[in-house]
């Protein structure tokens, strides 16, 4: 699923530049996903958009974050330094942290791997059409052991 939810991302600007779903399955079957994946993904992303439509109300940025035990066991220390990680920077306020946390929990089972956290993390990000400064995509896109440091 999470290849597809990739492949959707770096193909299509924004949400509502996808195709319907029929188009959208077709097109991604002739890429190469299987249809089970492909149903998988768009189920999700249907989930995601009822997500940011009922995104309701301002949480305070000062707001404090309690996981619960079945949280932590989905997400797993490392996804949720990450999350702790992308608040203090500044750059996932409360309503996406939870639009986050939301589609992390809809994957199923844990401890979700902190790479598939991070594609959820863009696309919550690519389905209220913001894209992420320069350094957050670096920390997204780029495997720890690839960078280089100055």
Known sequence: MFD?????????WRPDACPDHRQLSRKLSA???????????????????????????????????????????????????????????????PEMREMVIDRASAVGSGPLGLEDLKVIVLMVFWSLGEEPDALILDELFVDPEDRLIH
């Open 31 to 93: 890429v190469g996903f299987e249809s089970d994946e492909i149903q998988e993904a768009l189920h999700w992303l249907d989930g995601l958009a009822s997500t940011a439509e009922s995104r309701v109300g301002e949480q305070s940025s000062r707001s404090l974050r309690l996981y619960t035990e079945a949280e932590r066991e989905l997400l797993g220390e490392d996804s949720i330094a990450f999350i702790s990680f992308l608040e203090s920077a500044g750059v996932l306020p």
């Open 4 to 12: 597809v939810l990739v492949y959707l991302y770096e193909n299509y």
